[in-house]
Each structure stands twice: as structure tokens, then as C-alpha cells.
């Protein structure tokens, strides 16, 4: 980010018919969103879109989910179709919705309007050894990368992500126990729903993954590869995409933070075009969060996933670059400065 | 509300294609909303408003707060003239911006677009005597009460509540200090930005005024007349006026959420058609939201007032109504439902 835009951005903000700082987090976005744009004055987004992947995960074999996988391929469908919340809330913020397979198990899904990108059908169960080989992890981070490219042209642009794969919550509390060192028990959740037994167990199976594969919590990639998931890389990659391209990625719940601790990892500097919707439901994600140094705007004991936490923080974020671009300042609305 | 409604809504929320409540708050908005209008899928606003008094407090001769009354006054010119922050955010989200002079001080604003209802110019300094008369109070919330019913004629309605009054968080802290029977300390901020030194003298202003008068706490008019201000006491009637009227009012932060003490202690009910919507910096906002049963949904670290987190909280509201019309259920997508 542009550090002297930022400067520029924050007098502004400083000169605005309010008490300093009074608008807190809306400020911050404005003054960061300044950086990004590398613009004095940020300008709202000409294209907005949210990108939904999707991926299986070997792991269910271990009881740890709720659903049965056979919900991803038809989740795909109904985010196709336009009716699943992704859709709803996206449409709401004038978003578009890219969804792209790049690891759902079974047969290819020829979908129209699907992006059809599968590295592999799914990961295999960690719980055994690795989820995918460093290799597919390597291609799952550039496909991301090269769909970031090829769906977002337009500039400015704001890119919110998501995600569905049944089971996901357990390889992105393995990627958040890996970089923590934090013990999976207090890290992991719910879910889409299981019970204290349930939960129990999933924390075990966390817990086992990481005994059987000893991920190197300084190798993003060997993390990814050993603990990770297909549609967790391809978020990764999305994310590292906006930063090499200049565009804020608004992060969604637990599993794009586990993308986000990845692409972190992988690359510091891409945290500062990082935004936070939400504070989920799982209890991993505020560690997450504080581990990245950001603020989530909504507290609304979300649990969904898909970027539906990023897509309602669109509105907010535009609602930010709109007070720097349209408030009065002091001198131009003759209001006397406090001391 | 209507409890049969929220029930009707309640089902359809637990048949979309998500898992059960993963939608947290947005199903809880969704839901009190079919309640309060009456119908199991609510209806998006025809109308949103954002209704913002002004009045002037005879405590700030006490050194309470970082800016001059003065400007209270020129706020006013610049809400008028579409240049404050609530302006910005209320054009962002659709909403009309209301100004009204309730009470500031000095002789009589006139200008174009303001409603001039003001009850009195000024409240007393609540240090030295009651702040107003009863009789002055009860003016002042049916004045709220006018307001919001001569200005809000559209159904669906969705109305967001905002004041500007230099030195309100005082009469605010002493609201919440009389009905929560806290200590002043405990409950006060730095306002619009005030030092330790001046806070602690803010407390101890409180402290005072709540010996001198002692207001009971079981009054509400009693606890506004003695240590309220007059847009308060007007918010309060317009958040009365929006539960007999059916309308879901939009809270905003400190000085809102004392009008909403207020308006809680004169009609328990009315906090069934209260939403809130930030979580403010100021210390004492958190306590009153757990006492009216409320939860923020932005945390933004917002301390401004004028309505603007209310403002900000409207376009999510307006996504809870379209998530309950537009999601597909679980068997219009033929997506498998979870154990």
C-alpha cells in the first residue's frame, strides 16, 4: 500500500465535520483503502465480486461433519441456480458470484456458469497421511491466482471470498492449530451443527492429522499440503492475486481465515490488503483474527461461510469511501473545532 | 408483535439451504421483523427515514465537554446542507435525513428544510436543579411522538434515530446511572474526546447531579425531567411512536440507547420494536444494550452520534428481509438436509 496516500487520506479524515477518530473503524477503512487504490481519495468500486470455491475433503470418512458430502456438488448447483444466501447477499451489495469448482469429489460437474478448475476430486483424508502432495497444493494456489486474473478486470475493484466443502471446518482448525501451536481442542467448533460428543471427536481427529503428518508451521505450503484443502489454497491464492493486483479481499468466517493464515504465511505484506467481515460462530476465528491484526466490523454470530460475512460488509466498506469523498470539512461548513 | 408471524418465519428460516441458525443475528432480524409487521415474510421498507433532533445541555457550563455549544447550532446548518457524516450515510443507504430543533439554545434557528418544534432553548444545568420541568419532559416526548408519526407515512417503514447536542453524553451517563444504580465512574467515557483528567470531572458532574436531584429510578419522566435533555426525551418519543405504529426503530449509540432507558421504563413493550445496531466506544453503551436485551450488530468503534451507526445498520437489515423471500428452501434446491 501507498503509505503517502494513506497520510493524504488521514488529514482529510482528520478535517471532516466530526471529533477525530470519531467514526473509528469506517475511518480506518477509509484511510487503508486509500493505500490499496494508492489514491489521496479512495473511489468506489467500478466491479464487485465474490468468489465462491468449492472442494471436498477425505476427512468426512471420520464422522466429522454434519451433512454428507453429497451437499457440495449440490450446493454448486443452487449457487448456480441463485438461491442459496451467497446469492441473496451478493445480489443485495450488486455483486457478482463466481463459483468455481477446483476440488469437489466424484465425477466433473458440467454446470453452466460453473468455472471448472479441479486440481483434484477432493483431498484425501489427512487423517492417514497427506491431504493432497505438495505439488497439487502448489497448482490449487496459482489456479486461484489465475482466476482472481482472468474474473476481476475493472479497477478499483473489491473482491470478497468464500467457500463450500463439507467438512472444511476441520482442515482450517488443523491449518490454525499448525500455525498456532494452540491445542486443537480449544480451537475447534461446531461447525454446521454437530454436538459436544461430535465436536469432541473432530478436535481428535485434529489433533491425530497433525501427530501423523507434522506440518512445518514455517512452510505454508507444506501446512497446506499436509492439513489443508483445495478450495482453502485456491482462496490463498485468490488473496496473494489481490495483493500483487492492488485490490482489497474482503475475508468471510473461519475457513477463508485459515487461507488467509496460509497466504500469510506465504507472503507478510499480503495481509495489508486483507479487510475482515465478520466474527464467526467458531471459536478459532477471533485467535485467527488477532493473529492477522484485523478488526471484523460484523458481529452476528454467523456460521455459514460461501462469503456471506464478506458480502454484507460491502455496503460498509463503500459506505466508507463515501464519507472521505462527500463529508464537509471544518473550514467548509464553518463549524468551530473542538480543543 | 405478532408471535404467530414470527413463528410462520421462524419455520421457512429452518427450511432454506443453510444449516439451522447459521445465519445467527440475520435470522433473529428476519424473524422480529415478520413480528412487527405482521407478516410471516417481511417486506423490505417503502420508506426508510433518519430522524435526528438537536438540543442543547446547561451542564456544559461545567466544562464537560471538547467542543462549544456553538456548535450545536452550525451541526444543525450542515445536516441542512447535507455535509455531516449521517447525511453521507443515510444517502448511501436510501434513507431520508429529518432534522428537527428540539431544544438548542439561543434564539430561534430558522432555516429552510429544519422542523422547529423546539420545546425550550436549552435544559438547565442539571447540577444546580432539575434539568426541566415534568411538564416540560412530557412536551418534549410527545413532540418525538408528533414527529415520527407526521413525518414516517409509508408502510413498511424502517426509521433510524440520531441527536446532536454538544455535552449529551452527560445527561446520557446520568440516565443510565439512575436506572442501573452503577457507580458514574464505572459508566463514563471521553465523549467526543475528552482527557482523564476532564472524564474523571465528568463523573463526578454526574455523580453530583444525581444527589441533587434524585431521580427515581422507577419514573422514567421523573429520571428525563431531572437529569435527561430534551432530544432524549424527543427520541424517546419517537421510539414510542414507532411501537404503537408498528415501525422497527433503528438505535444508534450512547445517547440513543439513554432515550431508549427512557422509552423502556414508560412501555417495557416498546423494546420488542428496538434493533440495535453498533456497539459505541463509549463505556456505558455495552450495559445498556444488556439491560434493554439488545445485541449490536456493527463494532466499529464508533462515537459519533447523529444516527450514523444506525444509518449503517440499515442496508444489513434490508439483506435479513431478502434473505427470508429470495433463498431457495432445502427441497426447491433438492440439496440433502443435515442429521
Not at 454448486?76 to 441473496?88: H, K, P
Not at 454446470?111 to 483434484?120: P, T, W
Not at 482472468?150 to 471446518?169: C, F, H, Y
Request: net charge negative.
Amino acid at each position: 500500500p501507498d503509505r503517502a496516500c494513506e497520510g493524504l487520506a488521514q488529514q482529510r479524515l482528520d478535517n471532516l465535520t466530526k471529533p477525530p477518530g470519531s467514526l473509528g473503524v469506517l475511518e480506518d477503512i477509509a484511510r487503508r483503502l486509500a493505500g490499496i487504490q494508492g489514491k489521496p481519495l479512495p473511489e468506489l468500486p467500478r466491479e464487485k465480486v465474490s468468489l465462491v470455491l468449492a472442494g471436498d475433503h477425505g476427512v468426512v470418512a471420520e464422522g466429522v461433519s454434519a451433512f454428507p458430502q453429497e451437499v457440495t456438488p449440490q450446493m454448486v448447483l443452487n449457487f448456480l441456480r441463485g438461491g442459496a444466501a451467497i446469492n441473496v447477499l451478493a445480489r443485495r451489495a450488486g455483486a457478482r458470484v463466481v463459483v468455481a469448482d477446483i476440488g469437489v469429489a466424484g465425477p466433473p460437474l458440467e454446470q453452466e456458469g460453473l468455472i471448472a478448475c479441479r486440481v483434484k476430486s477432493g483431498t484425501e483424508n489427512f487423517v492417514l497421511g497427506p491431504a493432497m502432495s505438495r505439488q497439487e497444493a502448489v497448482k490449487a494456489v496459482e489456479t486461484g491466482i489465475a482466476l482472481l486474473q482472468q474474473q476481476v478486470k475493472e479497477r478499483p475493484a473489491l473482491v470478497g471470498i468464500g467457500e463450500m466443502g463439507i467438512g472444511n471446518t476441520t482442515p482450517s482448525t488443523a491449518i490454525l492449530a499448525a500455525f498456532s501451536g494452540l491445542p486443537a481442542d480449544q480451537l475447534t467448533g461446531r461447525g454446521t451443527g454437530i454436538d459436544e460428543a461430535r465436536r469432541q471427536h473432530k478436535a481428535f481427529v485434529v489433533t491425530r492429522a497433525l501427530q501423523v503428518n507434522r506440518p512445518d508451521a514455517r512452510d505454508g505450503l507444506d501446512v497446506l499440503a499436509k492439513v489443508g484443502g483445495l478450495e482453502i489454497a485456491g482462496l490463498a491464492g485468490i488473496i496473494l492475486g489481490c495483493a500483487a493486483e492492488g485490490i482489497p479481499v474482503v475475508l468471510d468466517g473461519f475457513i477463508s481465515g485459515a487461507a488467509a493464515l496460509v497466504a500469510h504465511s506465504l507472503a507478510p505484506l499480503s495481509r495489508e490488503y486483507m479487510l475482515a467481515s465478520h466474527l464467526s460462530q467458531e471459536p478459532g476465528h477471533r485467535i485467527m483474527l488477532e493473529m492477522l491484526g484485523l478488526k471484523p466490523i460484523l458481529h452476528m454470530e454467523m456460521r455459514l461461510g460461501e462469503g456471506t460475512g464478506a458480502a454484507l460488509a460491502f455496503p460498509i466498506i463503500e459506505s466508507a469511501i463515501c464519507i472521505i469523498n462527500e463529508m464537509a470539512t471544518f473550514a467548509e461548513a464553518g463549524v468551530s473545532q473542538g480543543e
